[in-house]
């Protein structure tokens, strides 16, 4: 026979398995579905999954009675403490972008000097400043000028502007393998990422930042991206990508592909000055002479707006 001790025992153990077991059925069954229904239909908010239930309910039969209470009376504080909403009627929620006025540096801006007179003063105070300020602000605007400083007599600007190009590159590198994957997922009428790429590799490419041979690839890889553009919406490549293309090109001395992108460009574009222009500089650097003044004649026959550049151009061939 069990003494009066074991007896209670017994029982109060029965009991607080009971409540463990009922706590963790309700949990899973009932609060858990309609908190995931609260959620879907009207915000998303933390609340316990059916991993924390299972966690309590070991607890419980871990620390009997003492479990139990832990978690009734946490429950009840919180009732108590937090029964009301939070008054979010004076708190604005908006997506707009907010713009920080920030008061001007005024003696970092009073220290500044071009980094090409930087480099030609020989100043190495004035250089690592300025290559400090280079890697704060837009670095990938700059990359012509910090390319400069790689052949700096100051060992510590070339290290600063060796580290800045080396990342920026790899960068530039892995963004384009990036893109090449999405174009080759893209749909046959998609072109929202050859349009990317084109003027991505452009702001880039035109610098001349890279080994000749590592430019002359890149570059292909850009031609061969716009001739994809090309093939699917001829409507979508700019004025811009076409010029773009036309000149990177005639860079990498690829005359043949630059003159047929140059043709193209013409076709598609007639009236618009880069036409003439991108034929111009081609046929000057190729030494084709009765071509480039063909076209001379016919950009000053046309109707077309001459800006300062190609107007010295046309008084000096004239």
């Not at 009840?76 to 979010?88: H, K, M, N, Q, S």
């Not at 500044?112 to 930087?118: C, I």
Request: one cysteine or more; glycine letters at 2%.
């Amino acid at each position: 026979m069990l003494d009066w001790d074991e007896f209670v025992f017994l029982i109060v153990v029965l009991v607080n398995t009971l409540t463990a077991i009922v706590y963790l059925l309700w949990g899973i069954l009932i609060v858990v579905p309609a908190k995931e229904q609260q959620t879907q239909k009207e915000w998303e908010r933390l609340f316990d999954n059916r991993r924390a239930f299972l966690m309590k309910f070991f607890i419980m039969l871990m620390c009997p009675v003492v479990g139990p209470l832990f978690f009734m009376v946490s429950y009840l504080l919180y009732r108590v403490l937090f029964w009301t909403a939070p008054d979010l009627e004076d708190v604005i929620f908006s997506k707009e972008r907010v713009k920080i006025q920030l008061k001007a540096d005024e003696e970092r801006v009073r220290n500044m000097v071009p980094l090409e007179e930087a480099l030609a003063v020989n100043q190495k105070k004035d250089l690592r400043m300025v290559m400090m300020n280079m890697v704060k602000g837009e670095i990938q605007d700059s990359l012509a000028a910090i390319a400069l400083a790689l052949d700096s007599g100051d060992s510590e600007s070339s290290h600063y502007a060796a580290s800045v190009m080396t990342d920026e590159l790899n960068e530039f590198r892995k963004k384009v393998q990036n893109m090449l994957r999405e174009i080759e997922q893209e749909d046959p009428e998609e072109t929202e990422f050859e349009e990317l790429l084109i003027d991505y590799m452009n702001k880039v490419l035109k610098l001349q930042i890279f080994t000749s041979i590592e430019q002359k690839r890149f570059v292909q890889i850009m031609a061969d991206t716009a001739g994809k553009l090309r093939q699917k919406d001829m409507s979508r490549l700019s004025e811009e990508q076409y010029e773009g293309v036309c000149l990177r090109l005639l860079e990498a001395k690829d005359y043949i592909n630059s003159e047929k992108w140059c043709i193209w460009l013409a076709e598609q574009y007639p009236d618009r000055l880069s036409a003439y222009t991108c034929k111009l500089k081609l046929y000057f650097t190729i030494q084709n002479k009765e071509a480039f003044f063909t076209t001379l004649s016919h950009l000053k026959k046309s109707d077309v707006v001459i800006d300062r550049e190609t107007l010295e151009l046309i008084r000096v061939f004239s």
